[in-house]
């Protein structure tokens, strides 16, 4: 297994492929790569449906898979607000990679057998697939499909993003082989000599204690340990210094409980998620997910610091648990808020993981939606970065 990653700025899109290839070609010692992953910005957006037939003339029989993007990864680079190419490429002697594409009417049932999530990802009985998954955010709801593969292959990794950069309905672009699709999923299978372990880093801290959803309805929080909202957020707010007061007005999130048999609770047990506001007349709180009575929640801050300790923590948790593998690239999957706006220095979380995890090819893109797992199951997230470790299963 050998991995290369680049990504190049030239105006041009068809010089930006010519210079990309040569760069991969160079990465894989001249071997023609049996993946390629492609990520192109928004500023080529004339120019996307010609990107496949692009690519085509470079390479001979690699596996195109990718979509458009706000801003690109590759070779370690973070690039935003400026044309930009991402090549990630990598030569899999005993892997078998298969791609499908999904319209929402296309995904079988969430509770629906196995084998009828095997027959529409085309994955054989008993294998054992990692999923890259691309959507696009305009016309395809991810989250039954997410639902429906933890349930049929709860071994499995499901990672990859949102498309960015289309700025509207049918302008999302979508690459699976010779195929162009704007709208849907497209889903990538991976299965034989290969594997892929996944972190993720939400950016934000927690500030007061844990507290339980006492009274709740769909996205609707009516009581926070037998307490209106209202007078909770208030009472947390007191006791806030001046500098969270801050923060608290602009940048306040709210986690939600993943693990029901905790005693105590970590940043990483909880799925952060917006807050929408607060009802004017009950004091109630509508925040950016569904919750029931009894779950456990804690509100969260977001700024720079925050998301940089986070992505430590994440990531020295992850090398812990890679230590002894042999990793050979690494994916990144990071929101449109992220990047040099928010940290105010480029490359941060791809310079983050080649300190602390491992000094390989890193590709990817700035999503407009995350997906990852916590605690065993896969969400769409916001304002979060996804990390894949790839390597093969042989050399553990």
């Given at each position: 297994?050998?991995?290369?990653?680049?990504?190049?700025?030239?105006?041009?899109?068809?010089?930006?492929?010519q210079?990309?290839?040569?760069?991969v070609?160079?990465?894989?010692?001249r071997?023609?790569?049996?993946?390629?992953?492609?990520?192109?910005?928004?500023?080529?957006?004339?120019?996307?449906?010609?990107?496949?037939?692009?690519?085509?003339?470079?390479?001979?029989?690699?596996?195109?898979?990718?979509?458009?993007?706000?801003?690109?990864?590759?070779?370690?680079?973070?690039?935003?607000?400026?044309?930009?190419?991402?090549?990630?490429?990598?030569?899999?002697p005993?892997?078998?990679?298969?791609?499908v594409h999904?319209?929402?009417?296309?995904?079988?049932?969430?509770?629906?057998?196995?084998?009828?999530?095997?027959?529409?990802?085309?994955?054989?009985?008993?294998?054992?697939?990692?999923?890259?998954?691309?959507?696009?955010p305009?016309?395809?709801?991810?989250?039954?499909?997410?639902?429906?593969?933890?349930?049929?292959?709860?071994?499995?990794?499901?990672?990859?993003?949102?498309?960015?950069?289309?700025?509207?309905?049918?302008?999302?672009?979508?690459?699976?082989?010779?195929?162009?699709?704007?709208?849907?999923?497209?889903?990538?299978?991976?299965?034989?000599?290969?594997?892929?372990?996944?972190?993720?880093?939400?950016?934000?801290?927690?500030?007061?204690?844990?507290?339980?959803?006492?009274?709740?309805?769909?996205?609707?929080?009516?009581?926070?340990?037998?307490?209106?909202?209202?007078?909770?957020?208030?009472?947390?707010?007191?006791?806030?210094?001046?500098?969270?007061?801050?923060?608290?007005?602009?940048?306040?999130?709210?986690?939600?409980?993943?693990?029901?048999?905790?005693?105590?609770?970590?940043?990483?047990?909880?799925?952060?998620?917006?807050?929408?506001?607060?009802?004017?007349?009950?004091?109630?709180?509508?925040?950016?997910?569904?919750?029931?009575?009894?779950?456990?929640?804690?509100?969260?801050?977001?700024?720079?610091?925050?998301?940089?300790?986070?992505?430590?923590?994440?990531?020295?948790?992850?090398?812990?648990?890679?230590?002894?593998?042999?990793?050979?690239?690494?994916?990144?999957?990071?929101?449109?808020?992220?990047?040099?706006?928010?940290?105010?220095?480029?490359?941060?979380d791809?310079?983050?993981?080649?300190?602390?995890?491992?000094?390989?090819?890193?590709?990817?893109?700035?999503?407009?939606?995350?997906?990852?797992?916590?605690?065993?199951?896969?969400?769409?997230?916001?304002?979060?970065?996804?990390?894949?470790?790839?390597?093969?299963?042989?050399?553990?």
């Amino acid at each position: 297994m050998k991995w290369t990653s680049t990504a190049v700025t030239h105006p041009d899109l068809s010089t930006a492929v010519q210079q990309a290839a040569g760069q991969v070609f160079e990465g894989l010692g001249r071997q023609e790569p049996d993946l390629l992953i492609a990520f192109v910005s928004a500023e080529y957006l004339p120019e996307f449906a010609a990107l496949g037939a692009l690519l085509a003339r470079e390479f001979d029989s690699a596996f195109l898979f990718g979509c458009c993007a706000g801003g690109v990864i590759g070779g370690g680079r973070e690039l935003e607000d400026r044309p930009g190419l991402s090549l990630t490429a990598a030569v899999l002697p005993n892997v078998k990679l298969r791609g499908v594409h999904f319209e929402t009417a296309d995904v079988p049932p969430v509770f629906a057998e196995r084998r009828m999530w095997e027959d529409a990802l085309q994955v054989g009985a008993h294998e054992d697939p990692a999923f890259l998954l691309l959507a696009d955010p305009f016309s395809f709801a991810a989250d039954a499909l997410l639902k429906g593969l933890d349930r049929a292959f709860p071994g499995s990794t499901k990672f990859g993003g949102l498309a960015s950069g289309g700025r509207q309905p049918g302008m999302t672009a979508l690459y699976l082989q010779d195929r162009i699709y704007r709208s849907g999923m497209i889903a990538l299978s991976m299965t034989g000599d290969i594997e892929v372990r996944t972190t993720l880093a939400q950016g934000s801290r927690p500030i007061g204690d844990p507290l339980f959803v006492t009274g709740a309805h769909d996205n609707l929080i009516r009581e926070l340990d037998g307490e209106i909202p209202r007078e909770v957020l208030g009472a947390v707010f007191e006791r806030l210094p001046a500098a969270d007061r801050k923060l608290f007005s602009e940048a306040l999130y709210i986690g939600i409980g993943t693990a029901c048999d905790r005693s105590e609770y970590r940043s990483g047990d909880f799925l952060i998620r917006s807050i929408l506001g607060l009802d004017p007349k009950s004091g109630a709180l509508w925040i950016g997910d569904q919750v029931e009575a009894n779950t456990v929640v804690q509100l969260h801050l977001r700024d720079a610091v925050s998301a940089a300790q986070d992505v430590e923590r994440s990531l020295k948790a992850h090398q812990q648990a890679v230590s002894g593998s042999e990793p050979s690239a690494a994916l990144l999957f990071s929101c449109v808020s992220r990047g040099t706006a928010f940290y105010g220095q480029p490359d941060h979380d791809s310079n983050a993981y080649r300190r602390i995890v491992a000094d390989v090819p890193i590709g990817g893109f700035f999503c407009g939606g995350e997906i990852g797992p916590i605690q065993g199951t896969t969400y769409i997230h916001g304002q979060t970065s996804v990390f894949a470790t790839v390597g093969p299963r042989s050399r553990k």
